[in-house]
């Protein structure tokens, strides 16, 4: 049997990966690659457990918040905004540029005006980007993700962030699944571990949707 991991864009997973393969080596973990806006229904169909970006439907998946990722604006290399440390949104505005809002975003926000264009998707963004047709703001490990040397990115403090998440279905809680939980938050081998999610109207309020 394998263990059906799949991940969107941007989280890297080579630590959890290595420590699976110490504690579990006779369940070999398969990664999946999944677009963001598909990751729910996907683990619903056909994977054990995701790393993915919230929200989630808490009727149907149980997510446990692991980080969040800072927002940074990504510009053309020798864009005059590159002299500032960070910048906020009200700034962004202010250059009169357009800001491109890709139909894949993972951002849960509307940027500001002069201007929105809405490329395909982030990657083509990214393109729009470095041929200086606008900004875009994103979280940093898609900035990373999709690095070319003519961009650049500054942080936006007060942008909305991205938050990233370990989930699954809630009829399929079992043992492997309860490794994973184990291994992203980061328990020793000899740890006691459970074999339910956490329950109780106390739990379920820190959980954001």
């Known amino acids: 049997m394998t263990f059906r991991l799949l991940v969107v864009p941007g989280v890297v997973i080579d630590r959890w990966r290595h420590t699976w393969a110490e504690r ?10 999944v677009a963001a806006a598909d990751a ?3 683990l619903l169909e056909s994977g054990h457990a995701a790393l993915l970006r919230l929200p989630v439907d808490r009727d149907v998946l149980h997510a446990i918040p692991l980080y969040q990722e800072q927002s940074v604006v990504l510009a053309h290399r020798d864009h005059v905004l590159h002299a500032a440390d960070e910048l906020s949104v009200a700034e962004l505005a202010e250059l009169g540029e357009p800001l491109l809002h890709p ?3 993972v951002l849960a926000w509307e940027p500001p005006s002069p201007g929105v264009e809405r490329p395909e998707s982030t990657q083509t963004a990214v393109e729009w980007v470095a041929a200086e047709v606008g900004l875009m703001v994103v979280p940093q490990s898609l900035a990373r993700l999709y690095h070319r040397k ?3 990115y500054k942080p936006v403090l007060d942008a909305p962030v991205s938050s990233v998440a370990l989930a699954w279905p809630i009829d399929a809680h079992s043992e492997l699944v309860e490794e994973m939980i184990g291994i992203v938050r980061g328990r020793t081998a000899n740890s006691t571990r459970g074999q339910a999610p956490p329950k109780g109207p106390a739990s ?5 949707r």
């Open 103 to 105: 139909l894949d975003d």
């Open 204 to 208: 379920k309020a820190r959980r954001p």
């Open 24 to 33: 579990r080596p006779e369940t070999p973990l398969e990664l999946v690659p």
């Open 40 to 42: 729910a229904a996907r």
């Open 150 to 152: 003519d961009v650049k």
